[in-house]
Nanobody
């Protein structure tokens, strides 16, 4: 199991920006990607973005494409989620995930991360109108 930990959440007004960070405690051959999810009260957990550990490929959900950017610092074994033009509907608990051996690019990467069950505790993002 890979342990991950998120940070960087907070409260912002609509139109504002935040950057979330996630660190993984180790590298493993059983995982070559990490990603971000969120869950709002009463809603299912939603995949947002996934990036390969070598940074070569990334995939975004339509709901955040063009506003959110996932990046990776391989030396630090960390990923980031830069969020811009935030909207009240972006309010949620944001989770980092790691795990699985990915190939290709597409929504299947979210299922891969969910199956690995390597979740952090989450960091809250609240966007006010």
């Amino acid at each position: 199991q890979v342990q991950v930990a998120e940070s960087g959440g907070g409260s912002v007004q609509a139109g504002g920006s935040l950057t979330l960070s996630c660190t993984a405690d180790r590298r493993t051959r059983s995982s070559n990607c990490m990603g971000w999810f969120r869950q709002a009260p009463g809603k299912e957990r939603e995949g947002l973005a996934v990036i390969y550990n070598d940074g070569s490929k990334a995939f975004y959900a339509d709901s955040v494409k063009g506003r959110f950017t996932i990046t990776r610092d391989d030396a630090k074994n960390m990923i980031y989620l830069q969020m811009t033009n935030l909207k009240p509907e972006d309010t949620a608990m944001y989770y980092c995930a790691a795990g699985g051996v990915a190939s290709g690019v597409g929504p299947h990467l979210f299922r891969l991360l969910v199956a690995a069950q390597n979740w952090g505790q989450g960091t809250q993002v609240t966007v006010s109108s």
